[in-house]
Each structure stands twice: as structure tokens, then as C-alpha cells.
């Protein structure tokens, strides 16, 4: 199978480009305006969803047999900052993608976020009526309508919650934001009101690919780990696993920050059925998930130095 996977330089994009590789698929990775390197003889190609009429020679070209969506501005502040830009990334770009791969009769697999849920009602079925808070959650929410009407057939989209693991640069994921936040001298504030049920990106990664060779699973699914937490808890466990006293983050409350926040659900979770119950890999535990969590390489040194335990962590490099 041939796979095109697009924002291989984010987060999840690149944990899919490896997990693509482990399955022996062969790759066509993209990025924004960064490269990043898959694999020692692989690069990704930089190619900014702005540029339509190349997206569309280059997968005309490559003819994939499928294409997964991982490109987003998915940082809600982000959003904010520029709604208009974000607007044709999110959701433009995902139409663009869904039209091309239904035209060259590729599978398409969009991924999606908890964020178009209040936080009212958790936990959330695929079925439940989503209502965001956020430009963000608006966007990824038009995204979906758009993407589910080209087609009823060969297309996934595929909503996550809040995302563990390692990002190629370092500073994507909940502990790396953690770490890089203490490596210059401040300490985050985390919420004990704001729960979620995190979800670790290489089993993500490992879902996807999987929904890759099963072409009856058509259609809105749900996917995360197996347990909930709250953000302040989630970053307590996060310090014991790297062996770093806990009084290095601050424990706040959502409802007292309102005004500076502006609206975040307070409540996400997800009901996994009915995709838990048709494929192999299976929800994560937070446990599990730590275990995956590493030290960015430019963060060691200080790490060693910094942590009351560093033995709590054994490097992989
Ligand atoms: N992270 C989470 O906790 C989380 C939670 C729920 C859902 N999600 C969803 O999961 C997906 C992946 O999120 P992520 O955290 O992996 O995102 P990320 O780390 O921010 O990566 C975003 C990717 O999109 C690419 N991109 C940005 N602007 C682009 C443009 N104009 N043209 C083409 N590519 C562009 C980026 O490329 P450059 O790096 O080259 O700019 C990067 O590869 C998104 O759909 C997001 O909404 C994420």
C-alpha cells in the first residue's frame, strides 16, 4: 500500500509516518514549511496546503492508496490569533484532501478532535450532537460536515482527545510543555476542573494504520486512552515519572480563569464502542502512556541536573 500522510511534521503526522514504515507501507510524507526526517533516507516534502494546484499534480502523481489528514493549526490560541488562516487549513484544507482522494479512489482518513463537544454531557458518543466552544472547535466541526459529505465510502474521521507522546520538535506534548516550561525557570499552571481522557499518539498511530486495511469501517468514530484525569493530576503523574518533586507545577481551576481563558470544555471523555470492540489495538492506560514519554535530546543535560530522581527515567536515544 501506498500512503500520503500530510503535517508529518507535527506531533501525530510524524508518530503515523513511522507507524506507516513499521506496517511496510511505502510513505509520501508532507509538511508545512519545515522538513522533518522520517527515517535515515527519508525526508518529509515541504507542501503548504496554500499551494492547491500542487497538492493536487503531486498526489496525481504519487496515485496514493491512501491519505491520512494529521495538518492542522490545532493550538486554539492559534485560532484565535488568526481565525481567517486557520479557517483554510482546517477546513478548506481537509475538503481539498477528502475531494482529491475520493477522485483517485484513495481511502482518506481525517482526524478530528473532542473539542467540538461543550464538556457538558462526557462521556461522548460518535452519535451525540456536538456543540464547540471554541473557533477551533467550530472549525474542526465544519471540517467534519464537509469532509463526511464527498463521500459515504473509503473515508474515516476519526475524533481524539488530548494527545501524550513525543513530538519531533520537542515541545508539542503535555510533558514536553511541562519540561520545557521548568528548563527556563517558570512553572505551568494546570487545571484540576478540566478533565480529560488522554490518549497516547503511537497508539494512536497504530488505530489509523490499522483502519487503513479495514475498509468496512467507514464513517465518525471515537478513539482515546482507557482513562480519564484532570490536567493538574495528569502533570503530577507526568513529574513522578520523570522524578521531579511535585510542587513544580501550580494547581488551578478553569472556572476561576474564565475571563482569560475564555471558553474550554470542562469535561472531556469519549465512549470508545463501537471501534474499540473491531480492531486489535486496544486504549492505553495513563501508566502505559508514561512509560512511552521521553526526555527531549536538547533537554537532557538540564534534566539530569534538574530532576530529584533522574533514575525515575532511563533514556532512549
Ligand atoms: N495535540 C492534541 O492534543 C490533539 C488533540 C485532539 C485532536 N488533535 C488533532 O490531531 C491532529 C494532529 O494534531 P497535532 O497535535 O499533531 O498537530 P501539530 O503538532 O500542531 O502539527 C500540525 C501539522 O500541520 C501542518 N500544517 C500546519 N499548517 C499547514 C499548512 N498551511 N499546510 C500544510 N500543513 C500545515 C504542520 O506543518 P509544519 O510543522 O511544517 O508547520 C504540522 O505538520 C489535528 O487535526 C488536531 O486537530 C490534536
Redo the contacts with the bound molecule.
Keep these: 500500500m501506498k500512503v500520503a500522510v ?8 510524524f508518530a503515523v509516518c513511522e507507524s506507516v514504515i513499521r506496517r511496510g507501507f511505502t510513505l509520501c510524507a508532507y ?4 522538513t522533518v526526517s522520517i527515517s535515515s533516507n527519508l525526508k518529509s516534502k515541504s ?4 499551494n492547491d494546484d500542487q497538492i493536487t499534480r503531486d498526489l496525481f502523481d504519487q496515485w496514493p492508496d491512501a491519505v491520512i489528514n ?6 486554539p490560541d492559534e485560532v484565535n490569533k488568526s481565525p481567517t488562516v486557520a479557517q483554510d ?1 482546517n477546513v478548506e ?1 481537509a475538503y481539498r484532501l477528502a475531494s482529491i482522494a475520493a477522485h483517485i479512489g484513495a481511502r482518506f482518513i481525517h ?4 473539542m467540538v463537544f461543550d464538556g457538558s454531557k462526557s462521556p461522548y458518543r460518535s452519535t451525540d450532537m456536538p456543540n464547540p466552544l471554541s473557533v477551533y472547535g467550530v472549525q ?1 466541526l465544519d471540517a467534519e460536515k464537509k469532509v463526511l459529505s464527498v463521500t459515504d465510502e473509503n473515508l474515516v474521521v476519526l475524533r ?4 501524550n507522546g513525543n ?1 519531533p520538535m520537542g515541545k ?1 506534548s503535555p510533558h514536553e510543555k511541562i519540561l520545557q516550561s521548568l528548563a527556563i525557570g517558570s512553572k505551568l499552571t494546570l487545571f484540576d476542573d478540566e478533565i480529560r481522557q488522554p490518549c497516547s499518539v503511537e497508539n494512536l498511530s497504530d488505530v489509523i494504520v490499522e483502519l487503513l486495511e479495514r475498509p468496512n469501517l467507514n464513517g465518525l468514530f471515537h478513539w482515546a486512552g482507557s482513562e480519564e484525569i484532570s490536567r493538574f493530576d495528569l502533570g503530577l503523574r507526568i513529574l513522578k515519572r520523570f522524578g521531579i518533586n511535585s510542587d513544580q507545577i501550580i494547581q488551578g481551576k478553569v472556572k476561576d480563569e474564565q475571563l482569560n481563558l475564555g471558553h474550554r470544555p470542562s469535561h472531556l471523555s469519549f465512549v470508545l464502542e463501537p471501534l474499540v470492540s473491531k480492531v486489535r489495538t486496544q486504549p492505553l492506560s495513563i501508566d502505559e502512556q508514561l512509560q512511552e514519554l521521553r526526555v527531549p535530546n536538547e533537554l537532557y543535560s538540564w534534566y539530569r541536573e534538574f530532576a530529584d530522581d533522574p533514575s525515575c527515567y532511563v533514556p532512549r536515544f
Design positions: 500530510f503535517g508529518a511534521s507535527g506531533m501525530l503526522g509538511s508545512n514549511k519545515s507542501l503548504p496546503f496554500s494529521c495538518a492542522a493549526i490545532s493550538s487549513i484544507g482526524v478530528s478532535t473532542d474542526k481524539v482527545t488530548l494527545l513530538s508539542r
